[in-house]
Structure formats: C-alpha cells, structure tokens
C-alpha cells in the first residue's frame, strides 16, 4: 500500500490510493489469501452468531457487505472484519435484556446495535478521535479479554453436552449447571469431545506432523488454520453414519440459501436508548482490538495503518451489517493472522473473501444446515483458549502493582457481573489509577555528580550539596490535581532547619503548567520572598516558556531562570561564587530567548 498521508478523496476513500497501483500480480496473491480466509471463515461466523444468541446465518450476512465496504474504506492491507468472540458475547449480554435469544425482537434489536456500533465509530472517525482509545489500557484490554474467553469457553458447555442451560456469568453458569446434568445427550457429548480432542491435536500436533510428511512449513502453518473446517466435516460424516444427526445431535439447521436481504433496522427510540450504553463499549472493545492487530501485522511489512481511517472503515462496515441483516463486527486477530500470512497484499482479499462466502452460501446452504452444534461450539472453545493470558496477569503484578490491580478486578467483574459491567470497571479504574499516579509525581531533591554537569537523587546516588541550595526536581507536568502535593513538597524543604536561601525547581521534565499551577507557583514565589528565600526555575521547555511569558509570574519572580540546572548551581553554590563555565541567565527576557 502507498504509505501515508494520503489526500484529497484518497483521505476518506483509501481505496482510491492503493487501487491506481493495483496489477495481476498483487491480484493473485490477494485471491489466494481470500479463499484461505474464507474457508476460514465460514465456521467462525456461523459459530460466533450463535454464541451472540442469532441464527447462524447472521454471522454469514455480516460476512459479506461489511467486508465490500471495508475494502473501500479500510486502511490496513491485511486486517479480517467479520464477527468475533469478544464482540459476539458483548452483543449477547447487550441484547439479553430487549427479547429472548433467537426471536424476531432479538434479530432487530441486534440490527440497531450494528447500527449504533457503526455510528459511533463512524462519528469518532470523522472527528479523528482515535486518540481517545488510548485511555484504555493494554493490561485492562488483557484482564477483560482473558476473562471474556472463559466466560465464552463456559457458555459453549451447553452445546457440548446437549443441555439446556442459561447465565450470562460465570457464577450463574455454574449455578444452573447440576440441574441440567440429567438431561445430557451422550452422542452430543461423544461428538463434541471429540471435536474437542481433534482440533487441541490438530492445532498442538498438526504443523510437525505434516513437516514430517514432506510439508513445507509455510504450507503446513495454514492448513492447521483449517483444521476447523477438517473436524467439522469429520463429525458430521460420523454423526450422520451414526444416525444422530438432527436427533441425538443437534444441528444447525436451515440456512436459507441466497444473498442478504436488504432491510432497515427498527425505528423504536427507547430501545434505541437502552442499547446505546453498550454499543459505546462494543464499537471501543473492537476497535481497539482491531486496530492493534492492523498496525501490529502493518509493522512487520514496513506499512502504516490510519488509526483514524480505520475507525470509518470498521463504522461503515458495521453499518452495512445493520442494512443486510447482521449483527456488530470487527477486526479478527486469527482471521487476519492469516490472511497476512497467507500473502494478502491489498484489502482487495476482503472482497474477494466476500465472493467467496456469497458463493457458499448459494451453493453449499443444504450441506451448512447439517452441521453439528456440538462441534461449532468446540471450534469456539479451542478458538477463545487463545484469548486466555494468565502469565500476563504475573508479568503486570511484578511489573507494576497499580496495574496488576486494575487488570484483576476488570477480570473478576467480567466473570462474576458480566461483561458490560468489566469494561466499565476496567476503564474506571484505568482512569483513577493514573489520576492518583499524576497527583503525586515522583519527586527527588538533586544534586551535583563531583567533577560533572549532571544532578542525580541524593538518595540514590553521591553526590556534592549545599544546605543553602535546595534543588527540587518534579518528574510530571503541573496540572490542578497535583499542585497540593507541590507545595507540600517545597513546604517541607524550606521548613527544615537550617533552611535554603535558594530553591531551584528543576523542570526538564515539566511539559505543561495548567492555570491551577500557575497560582500556586504565584502564591509559593509570594511567600518564600516573604522569607528571604529565593524561588528559581531551571530548565524550562521553550511551550512552557511561551506560556509562562504571558503571565506576571517572570518578572515577579523572586529570582531566576537558568538555561540549566549546572548553571543554577554554578550561580548559587557558595552564594556569590562567579560561575565555572557556563554562564547564568539573569533576566526572564534571556531565559525566554534561550529557553530549550
């Protein structure tokens, strides 16, 4: 792809860029990608349907516009939309509440949550607001997909057993779980065990086996993506030998065969507004998740992803979803795992994966409906195993306990109120963990390395003082939450006896002085004048100059701006020794002029 920026239409239509250099070669590759992806993707979207409580031609709807629109609006050359895992048991917990799975309401209301998805990322995208994912934290993103992989794991015991059993949480699910044992169907047991064991074997196993058959190793990496399609097939030729098929077994059940229909989603305001909340967390789950997969796989080909673009791109397909009778998508990791590695070099592949799913669904829906649920919901299983990081969870508590904090409880609340509930909690805490981290900064009083220019934490290294020159270093910007903690800070320097005649803040790792900041360095400057002690600034950054320039605090400072913390100390040490060899500045004017 033709590197960014792009401009004029290519800016809102990438495909206007990319598709001016396209030729038969890139076109061969991208087919080749595209029948890989959708051979994959067939049983993934049939399975993840029904794990958001659809039928599972929905999941093969939204397999097909969504992934036309993204290849007009996307801009990664190798990221697979369609349903996913997370989204999908999102869009259950989320529609749940409106009617019961599977019934008319249920199919609407899914509709208006593929619209409102669609909406708001479409909205966010346009407004290049992108940058506001970022408030959600890897290790959060981590505790809450890891958990929502043992909550889909647990949710598919139902159909692995052949049982009736409802909970949208862990504790519910184990709950009902003895009361329904009685009515267990031992072929559906037999048939999804040995899914089970079949697709953990093919996918642990399957590569080295094949590298032993004279397989190369590339080829051998993608047919064990389609082990999925080998065990479906498997048990339901066995099954159907058997005679349990549709009896014993259950299967899918009719696809209808045919292209999507064309539909507008329900005009119903309140239930618009109840599912609002939950469209927010699904558009920002997905995205995030879609879009660290895009620039990941882009890094490793040297191209670069819009985090912008892709927020339209991933809106528009959902919206398509909502007019043909889908349900909320978003970027897959496995699915475009392999379509990278299957050689994709446009999102042309998307496309052409598109005709291939339409081709199926015209002429292989008889052979679809007889699928068995007991071995989709195993494909489920072995696919969310992957989800499931529990050395990330030892990783971030050593690494940083803050962190490590927020990570478990988005876990624990995902798994025992819920899906909806986790996000929530996650990025609340997320939020409030780096609001109690910025208000109070590590700080460290410095001083002089002998025989160097360089300050260091008197507590950490040995280093040459003055007690009549304190330097005070502040390792985050000044803002309103914080500014207490500064003061207590100078407080308890200036307190001690004997006290500085000098203080020097030292600010090289300053980046911004909020308003609230400004008054208190105000009110601190005023009252340590009142005492006889000097108020010093070292190493300010040239924006935070700019800024302090248009204030009073330069030329009623009780001393100076210094270019750098040496020549602070050069002008200071000794009260009135002539500086070593860099000269001080002395003038606020000087200082801006110099200011770094």
Known sequence: MTPLPRRGWARWLPILDWGRHYHAGLLGQDLLASIIVALMLIPQALAYAMLAGLPPVVGLYASLVPLVIYTLLGSSATLSVGPMAVVSLMTAAALAPVAPAGSAAYIAAALVLALLSGAILLIMGLCRLGFLVNFLSHPVMTGFVSASGLLIAASQIKSLLGIELSGATLPALAQALPGALPGLSLPTLLVGLGSLALLWAIRRHGKALLGRCGVPTGAAAMLVKLGPIVTIALAAAIAGGAGWLGGEVAVIGPIPAGLPPLRLPEWDPALWRSLLGSAVLISIVGYVESVSVAQALAMRRGERVDPDQELIGLGGANLAAAFTGGMPITGGFSRSVVNFDAGARTPAASAFTAVGIALAMLCLSPWLGVLPLATLAATIVIATLSLIDLPAFARVWRYARGEGVAMTATALATLILGVDVGIVVGVGMSLALHLYGTSRPHSAEVGRIPGTEHFRNVRRHAVETDAGVAILRVDESLYFA???????????????????????????????????????????????????????????????????????????????????????????????????SHPCLATPAAAHSAAE
């Open 482 to 580: 914080n500014v207490r903690h500064l003061e207590d800070l100078i407080t308890a320097v200036v307190n001690r006896t004997p006290p500085p005649h000098d203080l020097v803040l030292a600010c090289q790792a300053i980046n911004v002085i909020d308003a609230s900041a400004l008054e208190s360095l105000e009110s601190l400057n005023r009252r340590l004048r009142e005492r006889g002690i000097g108020l010093h600034l070292a190493e300010v950054k040239g924006p935070v100059m700019d800024r302090l320039s248009r204030t009073e605090l330069l030329e009623t400072l009780n001393g100076r701006v210094f270019l750098s913390t040496f020549d602070a100390w050069c002008a200071l040490h000794g009260r009135g020794a002539a500086p070593l």
